[in-house]
Structures are given as structure tokens and as C-alpha cells.
């Protein structure tokens, strides 16, 4: 059984202003209820699947012209 037990809050990410949590790259844990900003693909403490993309249609609508223009500006 997975449970939180706190580990998560070490990699607690503040809300970028420019862009949205997912195109500046932070990942959810669903379970925890917490944004971080980390690199594996399971959150630290409870071990359940981070969440990379949102779930609304408006939310992958702006993240993904989020990242174009992310890309535009990088080439």
C-alpha cells in the first residue's frame, strides 16, 4: 500500500510566472496533491506514477502552445 509520508515536500516547485507548471517541466502526484520539480517518473515518497501532462482539454491546448513557443525561441 503506498502512502504519503512527507519525502515529496523536498521537491516542492513554486508556480512559474511566465509559463504553465507543465511546460516549465514540473511534474503532480496525484496522491500527494503536490507540484515537484524532479526527474524520476514515480514520486518519492508514495512511489505512484508523476503526473507530466494536464488533464483538461484547455490545459493540453495551452501546454502544447506553450512548448511550440518554448521551441521557437530555442532555434
Known sequence: MAYCIGECKKYKALKPSEMGRYAAGQK????????????????????????CLPRSRKG???YLSQVVQKREIIV
Do not use: D
Open 28 to 51: 503532480r502526484c496525484n496522491y500527494c496533491e503536490v507540484f515537484l520539480e524532479y526527474s524520476g517518473i514515480s514520486c518519492p515518497c508514495c512511489k505512484r506514477q508523476l503526473r
Open 60 to 62: 493540453k491546448e495551452k
